[in-house]
């Protein structure tokens, strides 16, 4: 393990932006960077030993990653009577349309072998009085196929006994506390990547640290948006990065909100986990009255999207949307819902005797790289796998504690691949460690000044406001273009600064995608949609050419018919 050593001012506090600085003594080459360090990452690194692999991650290992939060679980056809076929036509039907029906029949099928493997790395599922798993439901599954550990806390313990393999496990190096915000390209394959201290504000030239393959496990972009129950660390960076280096993404406007994020005023927002509504928990309004009795006949268990959208309009009209979990036995709660009520108790609730305040929030980006079934980008040298990765299993609206497990069966697909290219076999014995050096990373290359550093901040908080206001669960013509004209009046904000143009060419690349996408599907609601008959929905496509493209059209034309159509057939992805 690498950690950073900050310098830090005299009294002992981390100095200005322009003083920070951190010595590491690293190799400037590696076999295989992998850049993230939740469950995508580490599951990689695991499968890929004895090949060496070097793992970056922007604070304490497991500390920054969306994996760690996971409440429900992950979803596997393990149970009596449940098949892969089924699970797999679950999620096609949540999909809207837009699923890729051999990725979704690929990565169900693989499901029980790879929850066998996490309980060799010894995460501690639930498991009744024989032995044998428990298993829960969530919105939208036939069945119960759910595998969880303490009822809510699945991220926490899965995330631990990988952290705890990773350390043990030779051929893994991680390095702590340092930020990728740029892909390093040659001969237009990617060669590696520009590293960074992990500041929150970064500017000036990265370090190069060269590699053979290089794999990106960012995670997502909910902290684009200003309800989220995302880290701030998920701020879509990783699709960024891809797409300046001529990577194809995909369906970027598709955006799941989780509807019960407890409203208490934080942020990230605190989950209440979707399996308290598995065990009967309702969701009801500032009267007493279910708010889902009317709107689908699965009520609190209907997809994601449309319970999102029904609790959105009740908090919105002021009649207010609250969990109710009163019907679930008192103990039950303190045992299997533990981080349901820690964070319940923080935000001064009891939700034993008294309803959850609860709001949509940004939970899941279904868009990103595109990939193929081995996790291959477009781009030679690049893999991606986890929530930065397109990989065609979601659609338009994600199937409940389906992103965990898509997590590992890409995770392992990519190590699979990785070990059966000559060049990427290296031996822990024959690495080379000649080119090891230590090298000082400076967070800035010219002072800037609190005023400055004030600016961006709130440049930042005007882009998440922007986001969520008119990018979020209902969007409109008008409204979208609006947020265009805002986001392009932040752009000066981000001068010199890497992060923050990453965030915002990822909230363009939302944007520009919905308002391309003028009929409603799945998560992507447009309230300005004449509901008249229309075609199939088809899955989006595009480069950063083409973005650039359509954004000079809808600034110049003012017409959202002039920009270049690039939502077009599922076509084979181009092997990296």
Excluded at 143 to 148: D, L, M, P, S
Excluded at 158 to 175: D, F, G, N, R, W
Excluded at 186 to 192: E, F, I, L, T
Excluded at 497 to 524: D, P, W
């Amino acid at each position: 393990m690498i950690k950073a050593d900050e310098s830090r001012s005299l009294n002992g506090h981390p100095p200005r932006l322009a003083a920070k600085q951190i010595k590491i003594t690293i190799p400037l080459q590696h076999n295989i960077i992998i850049v993230g360090a939740g469950l995508a990452g580490l599951y990689a690194a695991l499968k890929l030993a004895p090949t060496p692999v070097t793992v970056l991650t922007t604070k304490t290992l497991g500390r920054s990653a969306s994996s760690l939060w996971a409440q429900g679980g992950i979803a596997a056809a393990i149970g009596e009577g449940d098949t892969a076929k089924a699970h797999a036509e679950d999620t096609i039907k949540a999909g809207k349309g837009l699923v890729n029906e051999e990725i979704a029949e690929l990565v169900t099928k693989e499901a029980t072998d790879r929850i066998h493997d996490l309980l060799a790395f010894g995460v501690p599922f639930d498991k009744d009085l024989k032995g044998r798993l428990e298993l829960s439901k969530e919105a939208a599954h036939s069945t119960n196929r759910i595998v969880r550990v303490s009822g809510d806390q699945a991220g926490a313990a899965i995330m631990a006994a990988l952290i705890e393999a990773v350390k043990k496990t030779p051929s893994i190096t991680v390095i702590e506390n340092i930020s990728v915000h740029k892909l390093s390209t040659k001969n237009d394959q990617v060669n590696g990547v520009y590293v960074w201290p992990a500041a929150e504000q970064t500017v000036g030239q990265g370090q190069l640290l060269t590699a053979n393959a290089v794999v990106l496990a960012t995670g997502g972009s909910g902290a684009l948006y200003s309800k989220t129950t995302n880290p701030s660390s998920a701020r879509g960076e990783g699709l960024a990065m891809a797409a300046e280096a001529g990577a194809l993404i995909a369906d970027p406007e598709f955006i799941q909100f989780h509807p019960t994020a407890i409203d208490a005023g934080l942020d990230p927002a605190p989950l209440a986990t979707e399996a308290l509504r598995g065990e009967a928990a309702h969701l009801i309004d500032n009267t007493g009255h279910r708010i889902m009795e009317t709107i689908h006949p699965d009520m609190e268990m209907a997809p994601r999207d449309i319970v999102a959208r029904t609790v959105f309009r009740n908090v919105t009209s002021g009649k207010g949307a609250f969990l109710d979990c009163r019907m679930i036995p008192a103990e039950r709660m303190k045992t299997h819902y533990k981080t349901v009520m820690e964070n319940c108790r923080k935000a001064g609730l009891n939700p034993i005797t008294t309803p959850i305040p609860v709001a949509p929030a940004a939970h899941f980006h279904m868009g990103g790289i595109v990939t193929d079934q081995w996790g291959r980008s477009s781009l030679k040298g690049l893999w991606a796998c986890g929530e930065v990765a397109a990989t065609g299993l979601h659609g338009a609206n994600r199937l409940a504690s389906n992103s965990l497990l898509e997590a590992i069966v890409f995770a392992d697909r990519i190590a699979k691949d990785l070990t059966k290219i000559d060049s990427y076999l290296q031996k822990p014995s024959q690495q080379e460690d000649t080119n090891i050096q230590t090298i000082t990373l400076h967070e800035t290359s010219h002072k800037r000044s609190d005023v400055e550093t004030e600016s961006s901040d709130q440049a930042i908080k005007q882009l998440r406001e922007t986001m969520f206001t008119y990018v979020g669960l209902e969007r409109s013509e008008d409204g979208l273009r609006l947020a265009l004209d805002k986001l392009n009046e932040l752009e000066p904000y981000f001068k010199n600064q890497q992060r923050n143009q990453n965030m915002l060419l990822t909230a363009k690349f939302i944007l520009v995608g919905a308002l391309m996408r003028q009929q409603s599907v799945g998560s992507h609601f447009r309230i300005d949609d004449e509901q008249s008959p229309a075609p199939p929905p088809l899955r989006s496509f595009t480069t950063l050419c083409e973005l650039e493209s359509n954004l000079t059209n809808l600034q110049s034309a003012g017409s959202a018919n002039k920009v270049n159509d690039t939502v077009t057939s599922q076509t084979e992805v181009p092997a990296g």
